[in-house]
């Protein structure tokens, strides 16, 4: 995937102009949370069949912000790198054009991190962006309503959500974890009280495991996005005080489909979703 060079703005009506215009709001709507978005995150919540299509429409959303700062004097960092591949976690190479003046295809991958990590603090300090997106005639970027939570009954826990938590445990495959893991530990107690559903733990690496049964309503569902923000920070916390590389992975597993009303919370929380585990 590249960020490439347009050297067009967005007033237009081209596809990709009319996407670049629908795009950027959501890029400014993640500035704001302070999260990065997948490509293939951002093409699902434009309709986009492809993500490689999104090369144009960030390209354009460049030269656009390009142009607008030249013309009211402002120093507008690239938004566009906000928008980064699911594996290596960077945006296209492609944004060299937008953010350095050396050839950013020749950098090595840590290289890349620090160039673009310096990026994306300046996106994230920018106290603008609702002003960008006036100056450019632009709507503020429409925020997700989230469930409202029942109360919570008691009585313990259910024999569908044992039964998941416990094959989670046995199979860390299924969270994108090698074979040479070992069986992740269940109901890990974390200092703040919580409890863990299943934690992963190798080599000064921790993977938490929020889980989910078939059982779960969108509310119960929405309830543990948040959760994975508590047990990220909780955990990272706790290595922290220990003086332990902060290493730690969070995913929400969940047995049935996740829900598509969600996914715009997901996008601005930065949760990794696995969803349709079914244990055997």
Known sequence: ?????????????????????E?????????????KIFYSQLADEMSMPNARNLNYVLGCIGSTLIELGEEHDIDIPPIQCLVVNKTTELPGEGIGWFISDSDFRKLNKKQKKVVVDSQLAKIY????????????GLKKPDFPSLPKQK???????????????????????????????????????LPSGDSVD????????????????KISDVADISRGLFQCVKYQSVTEAMLGVQGLPQNVRTVLVLESKFPSSLKTTQHMLGIEVIDEIQPS
Not at 23 to 35: I, S, T, Y
Not at 125 to 136: E, H, Y
Not at 199 to 209: C, E, I, L, N, T
């Open 1 to 21: 995937m590249e960020t490439a060079e347009v050297s067009e703005s967005f007033w237009g009506d081209k596809l990709y102009q009319q996407r670049a215009r």
């Open 23 to 35: 795009a950027l709001p959501l890029l400014v709507r993640q500035a704001l949370v302070g999260e």
């Open 125 to 136: 300090a920018f106290p603008d962006w609702l002003k960008i997106l006036k100056l450019l």
């Open 151 to 189: 109360p919570r009954k008691g009585g313990g826990e259910g024999k569908a959500h044992k039964a998941l938590k416990e094959y989670i445990a046995k199979n860390p495959v299924v969270v994108g974890l090698s074979d040479n893991w070992p069986i992740g530990e269940i109901e890990f107690d």
């Open 198 to 213: 299943v934690m992963f733990s190798w080599r000064k690496q921790m993977v938490a495991v929020e889980v989910k049964s």
